[in-house]
């Protein structure tokens, strides 16, 4: 029969399509894709919207029991949920080809995705480059590929969108080995802790990209009623507090920003009641 | 109160959100922003679907009755229905600025884009660089900038998502000097036309960009049941029929194609059975 993979949209079980419901209300069954993002909603609030169980799909059914799923698919209308759109996370693209090359029949209910519902800070879609990823570093792994895409961005006068690392139903190394299932509380990449990483990058590899005085935007919770956007230099922005994730950073290239684009940037200038987070100075003076 | 800029996504009038639709029946007015896109289906069909009066909002409208609207927006609930995701359009960015310029409250109900819909065909999304708009050339009017933007993008190693032009309740210069309210018959640019403007372009420019050997994808009705895929030389694509509105051409850069993306490219890749239409040369040889 058919594999649906279904986009959530952005906010909670309301921003799915009537067609994405339809669909979920009459299928044999409702994965739903729980590792790539979150939706600002709980599965137990999407089945009673649903009126149908949702089996929750982690990273261990993805990666073991997903063959299972694309066999049933082969003769029933199976429904995997995914937060945003389908193809915004490199997850469900790997997935649509498993499908493919199983002759699974796969239909995609488009969705909102964090890459163009971003317009509303104000930038135009046409003017971004590449999508970059920004990941939690840690002591011994410090990648930087994505910094080197920014500055190819900002080369050739292109606004840079940075997606924030997500960690969800991770085990530790420990826990990892011995093969126990605890997994590590979740954890979002703010807006602060990204500044950050890219200020550190900046100072170990100098490749002149990204500074405290880099203009940039803050995005939380784009498509949720709690939305807020905070545009500012990265050291003011490091002061804001934005809640509760998901959190994107936008670094836009000033040389090419249109009158228009400027025109919504200045509507989310950062405002002195805005820097409520101590600064980075006085934290290490107190130390 | 609000304005309600409200996605309706690429498909029909099934692809509204659950929670856009709770909008649309509660709102004081839903107004169909109807110039920038179609949806594949018409104002009746909405109109039966939501309960609701659906009023078409074209160009002159927007250009002369907007302001109309914002006044009733500071009073009522007020819903613009846009096709695609609400900030894909630069008219509906106007929209946003124009209200926040007069203190009108502007919630947006985000939904499925071209921009993120298009990762259908395989390519990354996070490996595409600007997006350009390919406009219907005449005898003296051929811009070129849009052929900047794709030479830098294969310059830096990005994919190029070209949208075609849509010429919509256009009138003819007769018509409009004479302020006759009559208007063209819809014109939508097929790839097929996107492929020739470009060979023209590049023929008068020399700047090396697109060529009868370039590889390229050509999308029909993304997110559509009637969706059409093929990606092959420009040369084939020209014989291929790829049926009614929209479309959209895709130009990747072949250098920094991953794998994964290789596969599902090859799923598309262009048949024999699909060069249906007449070769360029043969038609000349018949002319």
Known sequence: MVLYLIGLGLGDAKDITVRGLEIVKRAHKVYLESYTSILQ???????????????????????????????????????????????????????????????VQ??????????????????????????????????????????????????????????????????????????????????????NQAIQQLLSLEEEKKMDVFHPSTFCIGLARVGCPTQRIVAGKASDLLRVDFGGPLHSLIVPCLKTVTEEENIMIQHFAVKESDLVLEKEEDKKEDD
């Open 41 to 103: 909603d709980t599965r137990k609030e999407m089945e009673e919207l649903y009126g149908r169980e949702v089996i929750e799909a982690d990273r261990l059914f993805i990666e073991q029991k997903c063959e299972a799923m694309l066999d049933e698919a082969l003769t029933h209308e199976i429904a995997v949920l995914v937060v945003g759109d389908v193809f915004c996370a490199t997850t469900h693209c790997d997935l649509n080809i498993r499908a493919i090359q199983k002759n």
């Open 106 to 191: 796969v239909v995609s209910i488009h969705n909102a995705g964090i890459m163009t519902a971003v317009g509303c800070c104000g930038l135009s879609l046409y003017n971004f480059g590449l999508t970059v990823s920004i990941p939690f570093f840690t002591e011994k792994w410090r990648p930087y590929s994505f910094y080197e895409r920014m500055k190819t961005n900002m080369a050739a006068g292109m606004h840079t969108l940075c997606l924030l690392d997500i960690k969800v139903k991770e085990q530790s190394m420990e826990n990892l080995i011995k093969g126990r299932l605890i997994f590590e509380p979740p954890r979002f990449m703010t807006v």
